[in-house]
């Protein structure tokens, strides 16, 4: 059962935006804290962005005044809206979905490069 959707990685030139999407079973969404995670080959998975049921957000210092993350509720979707992009930011991204009442998923990752 698939849990999240991800969409919207792809290539772009430094300095553009790309925005990711990530749709969400109702249910699990509703009572999940969600984020936005990223991995390069050889390293961990790193936190980008968290934003929590109630809206609150918080980001990598890396990230900060760059990306957006945000949620609609209404449409079961959380967003990472990437801005002004760097060769550093390319790495596959991971949708994760948190809660003590439903458990904790991840998507299946969406490839973001950032290439002149």
């Known amino acids: 059962q698939v849990h999240l959707v991800e969409s919207g990685g792809g290539l772009v030139q430094p300095g553009g935006s790309l925005r990711l999407s990530c749709a969400a079973a109702?249910?699990?969404?509703?009572?999940?804290?969600m984020g936005w995670y990223r991995q390069t080959p050889g390293k961990q998975r790193e936190l980008v962005a968290l934003?929590?049921?109630?809206?609150?957000?918080n980001y990598a210092d890396s990230v900060k005044g760059r990306f957006t993350i945000s949620r609609d509720n209404a449409k079961n979707t959380v967003y990472l809206q990437m801005d002004y992009l760097k060769p550093e930011d390319t790495a596959v991204y991971y949708c994760?979905?948190?809660?003590?009442?439903?458990?904790?998923?991840w998507g299946q990752g969406t490839q973001v490069t950032v290439s002149s």
């Open positions: 994760n979905s948190r809660s003590k009442l439903v458990g904790d998923y």
């Open positions: 109702r249910t699990l969404f509703s009572f999940s804290d």
């Open positions: 934003i929590s049921t109630g809206g609150s957000t």
